[in-house]
């Protein structure tokens, strides 16, 4: 349907990107420089700035990840004169650019405690029908780890989605997508929206799947936008995120400021357009509960969040300080010290999206909480991280699977130290990781009630 906005933005982004291919291309000349891993300390005041940086706090954890994740050191050059050195083409490749995927999704439409859908799409591999009913029969007693997928907050289904649902198959995870309420042919059964930053439709989704698959590890993996979701989650559940551990690929942090300043153009036209169309096929129900002339009308991103959830009553007038209200309780950062898994972040320094890095990266969160690791590359775009001879898999897809492998390795070990050191009678093993994994992490509690009652799901296929 928006195939023909694809093509304008494309256009665009190779009108405004002339430059600074020219300028590469006169810069060819100057020789590469060699690939590093940059510790803690390598925040916004650092001079020039190596290919890879890997900055977090120190700890046992962080060592293990860097000798036993060989995506942290080894990222591929770029030649200066290639298109992936230009962020905006990456970007654009990375949301917009055909792919032909042979992975399937299989719908769960699940019903919220306020009668609110949501969509969770199971991507299944392209084996037929037998191949979705098998997955069916075997889905409740499989111990295949979950990837649990969260779109950027437009909705969008880009391609850098599409990629790691294959990727993930292809290495035994059962990739699913959640799907905000609206969204992506979500039906809009209640005249409520979800706000940026609040969890209670994600967390239920969780409960969801958690009942539907008790024996497998849960990961989770955001995009863009959709990292704010994600981080609000992970920060208001704790250690009852029934999480192993997650990642966020180009997140965006200061997520009040990026609103009212917007992305660079045409970034931020394309965006603003794209959730007009999509907003567009409930005018009618929203206009009981907004002004939709102002919505449609809206010519910022901060404008169009406004109109949706800042203001007093139906179709009442927007409330002085109801913005700086609203972030209090939608800011993704809000509860970040409660957070208790590893969570990775992959950035670029050129993210087109996202803004300069010394002032859109909390450097102080990765350098001084442990549970934050920041692999920071020089060149990458805004979710695109494209790299030469990268073959089938895109390399922030690599290093996020690679985390995932790692980090469950790494509390293995200290779990079976632990209780290695409880047989010979010892009290403590010394100072660890603080972290719960699914094995240690507070049960669901039994419930009193039937689920059915509450969760009501139909099946359906789509795309």
């Known amino acids: 349907m928006l195939e023909w906005m694809g093509a304008v933005c494309i256009i665009l982004v190779l009108v405004v990107s002339g430059w600074p291919v020219l300028k590469r291309l006169a810069e060819a000349c100057a020789s590469d420089t060699e690939h590093k891993v940059q510790g803690p300390g390598a925040g916004a005041g650092a001079g020039a700035a190596p290919p890879l940086a890997f900055i977090c706090k120190p700890s046992a954890l962080a060592n293990y990840l860097l000798q036993h994740c060989k995506s942290f050191c080894k990222p591929d050059s770029i030649p200066a004169w290639s298109w992936r050195s230009v962020a905006s083409l990456q970007t654009v490749c990375g949301a917009l650019w055909p792919h032909d995927s042979t992975v399937h999704f299989i719908r769960d439409h699940l019903q919220l405690s306020d009668d609110g859908l949501v969509a969770l799409d199971w991507a299944v591999g392209g084996g037929g029908s037998g191949t979705h009913h098998k997955r069916r029969r075997t889905s409740s007693n499989s111990t295949s780890p979950i990837l649990l997928i969260i779109p950027n907050s437009f909705g969008k289904i880009t391609r850098n989605v599409l990629k790691l649902c294959e990727v993930g198959l292809a290495h035994g995870y059962l990739p699913v997508v959640f799907n905000r309420r609206s969204q992506n042919g979500t039906p809009l059964s209640t005249v409520k929206l979800q706000q940026f930053g609040d969890p209670a439709d994600l967390r239920e989704a ?50 009040q400021s990026w609103f009212e300043n917007g992305p660079t153009w045409p970034f931020n036209w394309a965006l603003l357009l794209y959730q007009k169309i999509c907003l567009s096929r409930y005018r009618t129900v929203l206009g009981e509960l907004i002004h939709t002339e102002s919505l449609f009308s809206s010519g910022s991103l901060r404008a169009m ?12 007038a927007q409330v002085e300080g109801a913005w700086e209200a609203y972030w209090e309780r939608n800011d993704p950062l809000r509860d970040v010290d409660e957070v208790a898994i590893p969570v990775l972040c992959v950035c670029s320094r050129d993210d087109p999206v996202r803004g300069e890095p010394q002032a859109t990266l909390p450097w102080e969160l990765f ?49 079976r130290a632990k209780q290695s050191a409880r047989r010979r009678g010892l009290s403590s093993v010394g100072k660890t990781f603080r972290h719960r994994s699914v094995s240690t992490c507070k049960r669901l509690p039994a419930c009193s009630h039937n689920i059915h009652a509450i969760y009501n799901w139909q099946r359906s296929y789509t795309r």
């Open 367 to 415: 350098e001084t909480n442990p549970h934050f690791f920041l692999l920071l590359t020089v060149l990458g775009g805004h979710c695109g991280f494209s790299f030469p001879e990268e073959g089938p898999v895109l390399w922030s897809h690599q290093a996020v699977l690679e985390f995932f492998r790692a980090t469950t390795e790494f509390f293995a070990a200290e779990e």
């Open 305 to 316: 969040e406004e109109v949706l959830f800042c203001q007093a009553g139906l179709k009442g």
């Open 206 to 255: 969780v409960r969801y799947i958690r009942y539907r698959q008790p024996a497998g590890r849960l990961y989770a993996v955001s995009e863009s936008t959709g990292s704010g979701l994600l981080l609000s989650y992970l920060g208001e559940c704790g250690s009852s995120s029934y999480m192993t551990a997650a990642a966020c690929l180009s997140p965006i942090f200061r997520c």
